[in-house]
């Protein structure tokens, strides 16, 4: 299954509902809907259209939630395209910081910067997999 690019319409809405249930990940939000960034949020098992990403005129966040909150995160070995991502990337956060909403300002920063950003979030316990994953894909953290 494809991840689609969160197109501007149903962000508001989204927005609205991650307030209330996530409300670190609305600065990402509020971003994309502002034309600030492109987000693409990737759920395990997913894949994105790299050229659709390379075609993006704003800096772009793609996200991967390897974060589960009910049960144990599947780590970077059910993500098909990791090593993709994180050579089309110029830069990528490894996220464990259980929801902090600087975080993710700074994720946006980041982002502008670079132009081409990978966020994995996940927890404490697959940070070093992740780490390791990255950098044997070929990615810079």
Known sequence: ???PIHPKKALPALIALCSVHSPHTVP??????????????VLSGQT?????LDRAR????????????????DGPGV???YKALARWAQFTVIN????????YVYMVHI????????VVETTTERMEEWNA???????AS
């Open 1 to 3: 299954m494809k991840a």
């Open 28 to 41: 990402l939000l509020r971003a994309a809907y502002e034309g600030v960034i492109s987000l693409v949020t």
């Open 48 to 52: 994105v259209h790299l050229a659709e």
């Open 58 to 73: 704003l800096p772009s966040i793609t996200l991967l939630g390897d974060d589960q909150e009910a049960g144990v995160p």
């Open 79 to 81: 993500w098909p395209q």
């Open 96 to 103: 464990t910081a259980d929801g902090d909403m600087q975080d």
């Open 111 to 118: 982002a502008c910067e670079v132009r081409k950003l990978l």
């Open 133 to 139: 994953a990255v950098s044997k894909a070929g990615g």
